[in-house]
């Protein structure tokens, strides 16, 4: 079992700054990727940015792709997403997942990721 823990949201004004951190402890072993969702109310959890864990491959999507970062310390367990020139659209609640099984092919599935954190709150406002 892993699991998963999320921090650093908030509310910043538009065109601002914030970084999440997420943290995995348990059974990290055999954990081969970590990724970053969000979901606004009323709507699917969309995929944001994954990295694997073996060499480091980020993937993003692309409405967040030159304004996002993420980034990991492997010997912590840890993953942070540097986020620039926030737009209200970003406003959602951000969950951080652990271990897709299947491989980076399935990285934008939500339901490929087996651990999961209780999400952070980010609000933008315009």
């Known amino acids: 079992q892993v699991h998963v823990a999320e921090s650093g949201g908030g509310l910043v004004q538009a065109g601002g700054s914030l970084r999440l951190s997420c943290a995995a402890s348990g059974d990290t072993l055999n954990n081969n990727a970590m990724a970053w969702f969000r979901q606004r109310p009323g709507e699917e959890r969309e995929f944001v940015a994954a990295i694997k864990w073996s060499n480091g491959w980020i993937q993003y999507a692309d409405s967040v792709k030159g304004r996002f970062t993420l980034s990991r310390d492997r010997a912590k367990n840890t993953v942070g997403l540097e986020m620039n020139l926030l737009q209200s659209a970003d406003t959602a609640v951000y969950y951080c997942?652990?271990?897709?099984?299947?491989?980076?092919?399935?990285?934008?599935?939500?339901?490929?990721?087996?651990?999961w954190g209780q999400g952070t709150q980010v609000t933008v406002s315009s």
């Open positions: 997942a652990a271990h897709n099984p299947e491989g980076s092919a399935f990285y934008r599935r939500a339901d490929r990721w087996s651990f």
